[in-house]
Each structure stands twice: as structure tokens, then as C-alpha cells.
């Protein structure tokens, strides 16, 4: 996501402030993608040039708000990890996003991902925090015996496999279960010889 020059050169408290505000209406949720800057600036109390000149566009607001929100929570989710494995946190991942409350910001997530497929320069920062859940999964990988490499690329099959199954609950709930991710961590233990 771009940031305007005021960001990069020490603007970035008017900012800060700005997202503060928004997480703090918007809580857990997402502001919809057809709500204008107009409104969302009318429910934090702020004005719709503000939010243009210091995020861009909607979608930038959306991809700040998500990027802040999924922080917390892989924050969260990763400090419970560290009394379980791997498949502990693939199961708290998937129990966390597909409670029924999550499903505002998990259609804001791929609304923002279908643009940064599109233009990731304008979208950078929310990119490079797509790799967090894959960093922390691999390296449980490997505390559960796994080499580097083969932790990565176990990390990555399963975190793609999560948002493809994600995307699929979106487009049709109720469609996927648990037991497509059981299905999901069962495949991924086969490797190596091991069960």
C-alpha cells in the first residue's frame, strides 16, 4: 500500500491517529467496500480528504485496517502457539477466521487481496504481512522435526490450502468443514516417511 510523502516524512502520527480511530469504530469488522470515504470519515469524526491524502483510496483504508487487525491477532494466535505445534495453531487459524464474526473482515481480505494481485506495489506492506502466519507455521514445522526447507514448504502448502478453503467458505458457506483442514494436516504429516 502506498503511503503519502506526509507518511513516509514523520506525517505518519496524523495517520496513526486516523487508523486508531478506525479500529476503534469499526472494532473487529471492516467498513464495506461500497461505503464511500465520505461516510466512514462522517463515523470517525474526520474528514474524507484526510483519509484520501493519508491512505489513498478505500481500498487503502481497508488495507491498513486489515493489516493492523491481522497483526493482533497473529500476535494473539502466535503467543498460543508457543503450548502447542503446528497443527495446534492450523486448527486455532481456522477456528478464529471462520467464526461467523470474522466474515466482514474476511471478505475485506480477499476484496484487498484481488487488488494487490493487481497493483502489489500500491499494496506492499500488505503483501510482505502475508508471509507472517508461513514464518511462525515453519518454524513450529521445524521444532516438530521438520528441516528448514521442508518446514517452508509445509508452511506454505497449508497456509495456501487454509485460504483457498477460506475463499470457498466466502464464496459458499457451510461448504467446508473441519474436516477439510484435518484432511489438510493429515496430508502434510506424510511427508518424509513420517505418519
Known amino acids: 500500500m502506498a503511503l503519502s510523502s506526509t507518511a513516509r516524512n514523520g506525517g505518519g502520527d ?13 472494532d473487529d469488522g471492516l467498513p464495506p467496500p461500497e461505503t464511500s470515504l465520505r ?9 474524507h480528504a484526510l483519509l484520501r491524502y493519508h491512505f489513498g ?10 493489516a493492523v487487525q491481522r497483526a493482533r491477532d497473529n500476535a494473539e494466535l502466535f503467543r498460543d502457539a508457543g503450548k502447542g505445534g503446528f497443527d495446534d495453531l492450523v486448527l486455532a487459524v481456522w477456528r478464529a477466521y471462520t467464526s461467523p464474526e470474522q466474515l466482514s473482515r ?20 500488505f503483501v510482505s504481512s502475508l508471509d507472517d502466519l508461513t514464518g511462525v507455521l515453519a518454524s513450529l514445522a521445524e521444532r516438530d522435526g521438520d528441516d528448514p526447507g521442508e518446514a517452508m514448504v509445509r508452511a ?3 497456509t495456501a490450502a487454509m485460504r483457498g478453503l477460506l475463499l470457498q467458505e466466502v464464496l459458499t458457506p457451510g ?9 489438510v494436516l493429515r496430508m502434510g504429516g506424510e511427508r518424509g516417511g513420517r505418519p
Do not use: K, Q
Open 57 to 66: 483510496s478505500l481500498t487503502g483504508v481497508l488495507a491498513a485496517v486489515l
Open 106 to 125: 474476511i471478505r475485506g481480505f480477499f476484496h484487498v487481496v484481488g487488488l494487490a494481485a493487481y497493483r502489489p506495489d500500491e499494496y506492499r506492506e
Open 14 to 26: 496524523a495517520r496513526e491517529r486516523l487508523l486508531a480511530r478506525l479500529l476503534e469504530v469499526f
Open 39 to 47: 461516510e466512514i470519515a462522517a463515523r470517525i469524526g474526520s474528514s
Open 175 to 183: 461448504v467446508c468443514s473441519g474436516d477439510a483442514i484435518a484432511l
Open 156 to 158: 506454505t502448502v497449508v
